[in-house]
């Protein structure tokens, strides 16, 4: 029997999603009040598996269980699983909408259902709990004219009355939830992996890496920024994607992305619950024109590296002045003499880039010349301006 610990108290929608995920299989359920109680069971091997709401179609991500995931090393995502969420309002038996004076519940739950709240409930006190049932047990406890919002079976739970069903603003509400257990254990059919990425403070540091997953096809399902909370203005980001490491081009992509950031963690690898998109090398290898479309997004990046090359020889040869000499072959030879063996490392013709760089050498030496009598003209022309 396994222990599958949730974000309780009972009547949550987390153990609704639970039951779902683990379906048909012999467990004991616990509930935990708060998610670093649910987190922590989980580390610490009291529970073997555990659920917990991540992210919401109407509300964003659930910040709470980003943080843990970025601060719990030992705690993996395993799994997932997506609940459409209905809310209704309810209270205990007696009560009438137009009596009740504050609602109580999960303030995700509040905010989903804010335009039924203020078109019906205007001067009711808006109260944030833990979760949707915890709200259900301070109505329960309370001899106030108050309600809860959560899920309906909460109101068969703790006895209360339903007044009004499906009250969140949008039909489509639906709630995705994680499966989390010890870090380092196996999950089989594994399609979709969540990193966790620090990017160090430069223009373009998250462009690059993104870069790498667009280079080979891997479709980003998700990428979310927290705060790094060491520093203000430093920011960790969440990207999930379809894709296994396993996969030897998904590895390769990661080892780039971990070479360019300055953290890198795998938060899990794990079996998706949606796999609309599908991330497949095969694909990319046998079809003829979706490797034309790989080569066409490579192709722009070299462009647009060109003209990043272009912006920074025009500084250099600004800072050169008048006098200095423009060619340099020693730097040149630098150059090619560590291209030339990151090339041979990587399987691209050495002689390549050799040819490459000479004819951008030429090219670069005569923009500077360009640039510099360019110069000798304005400053001529400025002088003659001179009173
Ligand atoms: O580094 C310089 O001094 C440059 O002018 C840039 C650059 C280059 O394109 O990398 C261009 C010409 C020089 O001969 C050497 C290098």
New binding site residues.
């Given amino acids: 029997m396994i222990k599958i610990g949730y974000l309780g108290p009972k009547g949550t929608y987390t153990e609704k999603a639970a039951e779902k995920y683990f379906t048909g299989i012999d467990k004991e359920m616990r509930a935990y009040r708060t998610l670093p109680e649910l987190f922590s069971a989980v580390k610490s091997g009291e529970i073997d598996k555990a659920v917990a709401p991540i992210e919401n179609s109407v509300e964003g991500s659930v910040n709470q269980t980003l943080d843990l995931l970025a601060q719990e090393k030992g705690v993996a995502i395993q799994g997932e699983i997506i609940l459409t969420i209905k809310h209704a309002l309810m209270a205990k038996p007696g009560v009438k909408v137009n009596e009740i004076t504050k609602v109580i519940s999960h303030g995700q739950a509040l905010a989903q259902c804010s335009r039924f709240l203020e078109t019906f409930l205007p001067d009711a006190a808006l109260v944030e709990a833990v979760s949707t049932a915890e709200a259900a047990v301070q109505i329960v406890n309370s001899d106030q004219p108050w309600a809860v919002i959560g899920n309906p079976d909460i109101g068969e739970i703790y006895s209360l009355n339903i007044l009004e069903y499906d009250i969140q603003n949008c039909t489509a509400n639906r709630t995705r939830f994680v499966i989390l257990g010890q870090s380092g254990q196996p999950i089989t059919n594994a399609n979709k992996t969540s990193i966790l990425i620090s990017i160090t403070d430069r223009p373009g540091g998250l462009y690059q890496v993104l870069k790498e997953f667009a280079l080979v096809n891997i479709n980003l399902t998700k990428i979310e920024s927290r705060p790094a909370k060491n520093k203000l203005g430093n920011y960790i980001f969440f990207i999930d994607f379809m894709g296994n490491p396993a996969d030897g081009l998904v590895e390769k992509c990661l080892n780039r992305v971990r070479e360019m950031t300055a953290e890198f963690r795998i938060l899990g690898i794990y079996k998706g619950a949606e796999t609309a998109y599908s991330y497949s090398v095969e694909k990319s290898v046998l079809n003829l024109e979706q490797v034309r479309e790989d080569i066409d997004i490579i192709d722009r990046q070299i462009v647009e590296l060109l003209a990043m090359?272009t912006q920074?020889?025009k500084i250099?040869?600004d800072l050169?002045g008048a006098h200095q000499k423009?060619?340099?072959?020693k730097?040149?030879e630098q150059?090619l003499e560590r291209l030339t063996a990151e090339a041979r490392k990587k399987g691209v013709s050495p002689k390549l880039i050799k040819e490459l760089y000479n004819l951008?050498?030429t090219h670069?030496?005569g923009l500077?010349k360009i640039r510099r009598q360019r110069g000798k003209a304005y400053r001529q022309v400025s002088t003659k301006q001179l009173p």
Avoid: M, N, P, Y
């Fill in positions: 090359r920074l020889v250099i040869a050169k423009i060619r340099d072959r730097r040149e150059i951008l050498f670069f030496v500077q």
